[in-house]
């Protein structure tokens, strides 16, 4: 269902509260609402994940989901897995095939400790994830499955978030083209979204090397419509509340592009280009290192947290920064 609002401060405390499941998900083995003072023993002893997609896959999720209930959506950086299962655990979507992630201090612990855990959840989206169409762990597949998806169902639409490095792939490029096949009345709407953040595993990427005008030229070259989104702010609150209004605006006339399509109008499917920095509201520099915006907030910025004081500390100020206590109670849960 289309147009339920766009409750803004709504989206940003579900936003700061995935935020705050995905660290805890990367980092905690204990202590997992700080209800007392971080200690080496509430760290686990092997850091594994990503975390410098995270924040935008939860940006995408909920401006998704508030504006379309219905709407799918595919997630190309399935290496950013916590994040998806923080926002799958807070909408009720993993309980519903996982009784013990219940929206309590229990289910929190739960899918915690075990990820990226012997025997609980794996460190990638796969196919145990609630609505899983795409696993994500192999990059290039995202936009092809996301047109599949749609093939002969005019009634459906999905939003397929696209990593500027995936953006690379030959698989990624070659998927472009099939707007050109797909676009019309007897396919449903196929959103892309570029999440513009820079970097790949340890280097810039094309796109983000490209100027705005090379890359919206790009875009339309392949027969879109780039609208743009940008969280970009050096503080990463403001950041995002700007995303969010950007959003709003990028959604509204991508929706009515998509009808005026269906009505047999000619124009070009719109493509969202999603600017973000890499590791959007986590540390901004450790040890000297710039890390927020940079390809170092990759997979764990804070790998020596257990052993480390100073490390240690950063991450503290890290998920307090999210303020949980205000989003969530222990008695009632979620107040979200
Ligand atoms: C086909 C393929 N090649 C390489 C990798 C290894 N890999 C994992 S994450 C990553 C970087 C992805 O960068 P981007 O798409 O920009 O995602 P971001 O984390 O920046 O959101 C790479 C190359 C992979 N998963 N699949
Ligand atoms: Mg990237």
Redesign the pocket.
């Known amino acids: 269902m289309t147009g339920l609002g766009f409750e803004k401060e709504k989206i940003l405390r579900k936003i700061r509260a995935a935020n705050y499941l995905t660290v805890a998900q990367l980092f905690l083995q204990n202590n997992f609402l700080l209800e007392r003072p971080l200690e080496s023993n509430d760290i686990k002893s092997r850091l594994l994940g ?1 975390w ?2 995270c924040p ?1 896959i939860t940006l995408a999720y909920n401006c998704l989901k508030s504006f379309d209930s219905e709407i799918g959506f595919v997630v ?2 399935g ?2 897995f916590p994040a998806l299962q923080a926002n799958l655990f807070i909408d009720g979507e993993l309980e519903k095939v996982d009784e013990k992630a219940t929206r309590d201090e229990n289910g929190i612990a739960y899918i915690c400790k075990y990820f990226s855990w012997p025997d609980g959840f794996p460190s990638h989206a796969s196919p145990i994830t609630p609505g899983v169409i795409c696993e994500g ?4 597949y995202s936009l092809a499955t996301s047109y599949g998806y749609v093939l002969g169902e005019p009634e459906k639409t999905i939003a397929c978030l ?8 030959a698989t990624t490029l070659g998927s472009m083209n099939l707007n050109k096949l797909f676009s019309g009345k007897a396919n449903g709407n196929v959103l892309p979204i570029l ?1 513009l ?5 340890s280097a810039p ?1 094309i796109a983000g090397r490209k100027s705005e005008r090379e890359l919206s030229e790009l875009i339309r070259g392949f027969g879109f419509t780039p609208l743009y989104v940008r969280a970009t702010n050096d503080d990463p609150e403001l950041a995002l509340g700007y995303a969010i209004d950007d959003f709003q605006t990028a959604l509204e006339k991508s929706y009515e592009i998509f009808r005026n399509i269906k009505k047999g109008e000619k124009e070009n499917p719109p493509f969202i280009i999603m600017k973000t920095d ?1 590791g959007l509201t986590g540390p901004e520099e450790v040890g000297g290192e710039m890390i927020r915006g940079n390809f170092k907030a ?1 997979q764990i910025p804070l790998k020596g947290a257990k052993t480390d004081s100073t490390e240690m500390t950063i991450l503290e100020k890290w998920l307090k920064s999210y303020r949980f206590n205000e989003l969530f109670d222990k008695a009632k849960g979620f107040t979200l």
């Open positions: 990503h410098g997609t935008g190309g950086p290496h950013g762990g192999e990059l290039g696209i990593g500027d490095g995936e953006f690379e792939t999440h953040n820079g970097y790949k595993i990427t890499k990759h």
